[in-house]
């Protein structure tokens, strides 16, 4: 069974400063995927990362991916208020069956960013 | 940009009763999934659906639950009996192939 775990699950911090999110996953994949959700809206793709070494940047956030920890990381630059959210990260359950079928969340990470 | 579209935006049912999900994927997309958020919880995948059939489901997916694409646009998803326990949000989603996907809006499915 895939496993998807987010670290940390809350996070307070102020404007201006960085932080790292965590998301580990248990088995083979090379699709993860990182999602936007606001309160009682839905789900915003925020990236997509199909390999290896795999780096996006859109804004202040920064995804990458190691498939072979297994592990990727969302990095918040100099956070501004705007980006208080919860973050899930996603995996791929077809990329490691072969097929390309539905998503593995973890728990999401609820950040809150304080002026 | 092309959206999924999900109605309703929020259904209240009574305990038993049957309740469908109505979803619009995006036109050119191949692939269809439902999921559901409980209140707070993290978001579960329920089934997948390409080519007209059943691709994969989840435990959660049981006898009680049906997908169907009745007429080529619409997409949903028929709960034939409901528990307090499925009160949640439902969320139908699309993608043209195994690339990024498109979340509709959700519905806000209470079960009283």
């Known amino acids: 069974e895939l496993k998807v775990e987010q670290n940390p699950l809350f996070l307070s911090m102020q404007e201006g400063k960085n932080y790292t999110i965590y998301c580990n996953y248990s088995t083979t994949s090379d699709r993860l995927y990182w999602y936007r959700q606001d309160p009682g809206k839905s789900l915003e793709s925020l990236f997509v990362?199909?390999?290896?070494?795999a780096v996006k940047q859109e804004g202040r956030l920064m995804a990458s991916l190691d498939t072979k920890a297994r592990l990727s990381t969302l990095h918040i630059t100099a956070a501004v208020h705007d980006l208080s959210a919860t973050y899930f990260c996603a995996v791929d359950i077809g990329s490691s069956r072969g097929g390309a079928d539905g998503l593995t969340f973890g728990k999401g990470t609820h950040l809150i960013i304080q002026p | 940009e092309p959206e999924v579209t999900q109605t309703p935006s929020h259904q209240v049912t009574q305990m038993g009763q049957e309740v469908i999900l109505r979803c619009v994927p995006i036109?050119?997309?191949?692939?269809f999934y439902w999921y559901r958020q409980i209140l707070g919880q993290k978001v579960e995948f329920l089934v997948s659906?390409?080519?007209?059939?059943?691709?994969?489901k989840s435990e959660i997916f049981d006898d009680q639950f049906s997908v169907e694409r009745p007429d080529g646009s619409n997409f949903t998803l028929k709960i034939r009996s409901t528990k307090l326990e499925d009160s949640a949000m439902y969320f139908c989603?699309?993608?043209?192939?195994?690339?990024?996907?498109?979340f509709g809006s959700g519905t806000r499915l209470t079960v009283v």
């Open positions: 989603a699309s993608r043209p192939g195994p690339t990024r996907g498109t």
């Open positions: 990362l199909l390999s290896n070494g």
């Open positions: 659906f390409y080519n007209n059939e059943i691709s994969e």
């Open positions: 036109s050119n997309h191949l692939y």
